[in-house]
């Protein structure tokens, strides 16, 4: 046993060592000066071809003032609302700084629970990363500054250095972003709201930041911030650090601050760019917003400025064209576009929306909420070659199936009944024209987008199995809707860049990768990690994407999408149109680049969509009518000078299975010719082709609240709008037989 003398002197020896230690680490770190910190730079974006697209940043937007210049309510508000007992602690917060260490040990959040002294020293950092060494190297730094500066001098530290959003650091910087006036002006409520804003921009800026966070939308954001600001002036008021009157005066209305603006060079296209590569680089790595705001990156982007100018000016050039902006129904309409590499998933161009100078902040290459429609139907087709239906045993259904493609079909369940709608009657899915089809095959049914085949083909095959196909093609699984019979016809809501990025995937012959804007970034010459390529997955079997693709080109040359003939090159595509015309879909593409082109009309106030009937002088606005244009005026400057390559044949998949119940024998049918139909080429298979037993390579292998619809119109206009009556089975999986309904891959981040 040890003596007591050797426990003492150990005992003594490490409190020794302990506090000799300590007061190094004291001796040795230097004050943090608000100064250094506020030498912000800019960021660079580079196009693929390594010449600048644009510098832009903060580094512009930062400017210090002292305490005298900074109104005695920010202080108050930002004291009340963060550290009531500032002007009397130590500056640091012993229980808070034992509880980020204990939950930095567990792999948890290190945030919170800081002194306004202990935020300061962490805004000095242009590091944030989150080692015990750095938590203990500002906890030394808070104590010595908490002996050696008064309170004034860190409280004028920490606002001069505080991040409030829209790349304003700093009160001056933020009285002017939010009010356009010196922080010297600011109103006791104006104070309150910017104080509410350093509980986190991203969430409290009523401006909205969805393209960081869906869940940042500028109604939540406005909820938040209103209540944070309400409850501020309220602690401000309790805590005595405003009167009665000044508090009345106050709270008697939000202070709304003014809206977003375009700075220099984020001009045209160059701001949605931007925006599509910050939120790709924020996803892709352990680099902060507030980091990234500090500026001082390269950032080497995928876009080509020649196609980025080619989407632009054809969207330009048919807005001219077809639309009015005197006539009240061209008003409000918008474009978004997005075109990929296949095989790739490089995103190359993109058309996210007028510009910020014309007030347009939202970024429509890169958002959801405008439902897809008939360009969701390859899926179902796709699903029903892959995985089969419920009695196939997984035998994949071939494009010559027949089903039903009349008006008002009733949709069955496997066990024969009639899938009901929410008021317990037969659910009846509607198509746009009443032309009696009868029994069509459904490469027929694409060719002229017809909504009832697809329908009962989906509820066969299993909406699950729709789903995970759609998902492994790269669509993100937010954008899904509800999985009721609907859901085959376009309810869900991607992004033009996830439409462009999953079409990539027919393209590709089955091959999928994530879309990506980023190829590299770097700080002082040193590149950051978290940018290699997408790896390429295996999304379905290359014949079934053939086949798809071979189905997608007759819609092309026979069916709605007729107008995409005019590129002259060999091409395959989808229209699409939603429910009342609220969007118009074109999605086509080539071996070389997939390009999805989105319209519709949204109401300014409440961003809700707007019918399209009447608008462009048409009764109704289609897939194959507007957007085709703008896709067509686009690819034709986009692939020039380029190989017409063709796609890869496809080989006869699965077997000839009508829809069940149908009459036997199948009924034929002759189309009457449309006036835009053109005869189907040699090239086209028969619609008697009779396809021999599948090999194994053939087989399965791989494991909105809605309203009323239309759908099915002949020639060169999209008929197959998106359907609404919800039916009571609205989970219902109805995969059946072999189909097991298990999820698909998340698709990752925002490209």
Known sequence: MPSWRLVTGLFIGFFGSLVAITGIGYAMVGIPKEDAAAKSENNVYYWKDGSQMVATGSGQNRQNVTIDKIPKAMRFAVISAENKTFYEDSGIDPAGIARALANMARGGDTQGGSTITQQFVKNTYLSQEQTLSRKFKELFISIKVGGELTKDEILQGYLNTSYYGRGAYGIQAAAQTYYGKDAVKLTPSECAFLAA?????????????????????????????????????????????????????AIKEYPKPQGLKATKGMTGQISYLVDTAKKYVLNHSEISQTEFDKGGY??????????????????????????????????????????????????????????????????????????????????????????????????????????????????????????????????LQRNESKRAWGYITLRKAMEQSINTPFVQLGWDVGMSKVRD???????????????????ALGTSTPSAIRMADAYATFAASGKHTNPYSVVEVKKDGQP?????????????????????????????ENGTGQNAKALGRTAAGKTGTTDENKSAWFVGYTQQLSTAVAMFRENPKDHRLLSMNGTAGEDSIHGGDVPTEVWTEYMKVALEGKRDLGFPDAEEIGEIQDAVGAPSPTPSFTPEPSESATPTPSATPSETAVSPTPTASESCQFGFQCEDSSGGQN????????????????????????????????GGPSG
């Open 197 to 249: 804003l350093l509980k986190g921009p991203t969430y409290y800026d009523p401006a909205g930041n969805e393209n960081l966070d869906k869940s940042a939308t500028p109604q939540a954001n406005r909820k938040r911030s209103e209540e944070r600001w309400s409850w501020i002036l309220g602690e401000m008021r309790k805590d005595d650090r405003l009167t009665e009157a000044e508090y009345q005066e």
């Open 298 to 427: 390269q950032i080497y982007t995928t876009f080509e400025k020649d196609k980025v100018d080619a989407l632009a000016k054809a969207v330009k050039k048919i807005e001219k064209e077809r639309l009015d902006p005197k006539r009240e129904l061209d008003k409000y309409v918008q474009f978004g576009a997005a075109s990929v590499k296949p095989n790739d998933g490089a995103i190359v161009a993109i058309y996210g929306g007028a510009g910020y100078e014309n007030d347009h902040f939202t970024n429509n290459a890169d958002t959801s909420g405008v439902p897809v429609g008939s360009t969701w139907k390859p899926f179902v087709l796709a699903a029903a070659m892959q995985y089969g239906r419920y009695d196939t045993d997984g035998v994949g259904l071939s494009p010559m199936s027949k089903y039903n493609g009349n008006d008002k079909l009733k949709v069955r369940n496997q066990d024969g009944s009639y899938v009901l709608d929410k008021d317990d009657n037969v659910f």
């Open 469 to 487: 196909v759609a998902q492994k093609s790269g669509i993100l699984e937010d954008s899904f809707a509800t999985l009721n019979p609907s859901f």
């Open 528 to 556: 950051e990690p978290g940018f290699t390529k997408p790896k390429v997955t295996q999304a379905m079997l290359p014949n079934v994407a053939n086949n798809v693709t071979d189905t997608l080109e007759n819609v092309i």
């Open 715 to 746: 020639g060169g206009s999209d008929g197959g709008v998106t359907s609404s009556p919800t039916p009571t089975t609205t989970e219902t999986d109805n995969s059946g037989g072999n189909a097991n309904g298990n999820g698909g891959i998340f």
